[in-house]
C-alpha cells in the first residue's frame, strides 16, 4: 500500500465555490452574507458564548466554591516508594534525581502507605506519624528541613 495513492472517495469532496466572482456566478454582490448588519462586515467573530442577546448560560448557573489562594501544595511520596529505591538516604534532590517527584512545589511530604523494610535517613518537610513511626521502628532517622514556629512578641 502506497501512501502518496490515497484519495477520498468520489463525491465526498466538493469543489470549492468561489463567490463574489460576477453577477454570473449566483453568488455576487453579498456573496451570501444578506444586506448590512455585523455579520456582513468583514472580520466579524462573535462572542464566545453568546446566545444572541439572551442571558448566557454560564450567567445564569450560580457561582460555586471558591479557590484558596493560600493552600499549600506538597510532592507526596509514600514510605513503599522509599523501600524500592537504592541508597538508605532521601531528601528533595535525591526523589528528583531518582524522578520519584517531578515538580517541588511547597515541599516534600512523606505518608506511611506500604511498607518498609530496611534502615532509611529522611530529610522531608512534613512526615506523617504513621511514617515517622515505620521509620524510627526500624532504627532510621527523620530530620524536619521546616523553621520552628517563631515564638510570640513580648
Known amino acids: ?19 463574489g466572482r460576477g453577477m454570473g456566478t449566483g453568488r455576487q454582490k453579498t456573496s451570501g452574507r444578506g444586506h448590512k448588519g455585523s455579520r456582513a462586515i468583514s472580520g466579524y467573530s462573535m462572542m464566545r458564548g453568546f ?6 448560560l454560564h450567567r445564569r448557573l450560580p457561582k460555586r466554591g471558591f479557590t484558596n489562594i493560600f493552600k499549600k501544595s506538597y510532592a507526596i511520596v509514600n514510605i513503599g516508594v522509599l523501600n524500592e529505591l537504592e541508597g538508605d538516604s532521601f531528601d528533595a534532590a535525591r526523589l528528583k534525581e531518582l524522578g520519584v517527584i517531578k515538580k517541588l512545589e511547597d515541599g516534600l511530604k512523606i505518608l506511611g502507605a506500604g511498607e518498609l523494610t530496611r ?19 526500624l532504627g532510621g532517622s527523620v530530620e524536619l528541613l521546616s523553621a520552628a514556629p517563631a515564638e510570640p512578641a513580648s
Do not use: C, N, Y
Open 119 to 137: 534502615k532509611i535517613a529522611v530529610k522531608t518537610d512534613h512526615i506523617s506519624a504513621s511514617a515517622r513511626q515505620k521509620i524510627e521502628a
Open 1 to 19: 500500500m502506497d501512501l502518496s495513492k490515497l484519495s477520498p472517495p468520489a463525491g465526498q469532496q466538493k469543489p470549492q465555490r468561489r463567490i
Open 51 to 56: 446566545e444572541g442577546g439572551q442571558m448566557p
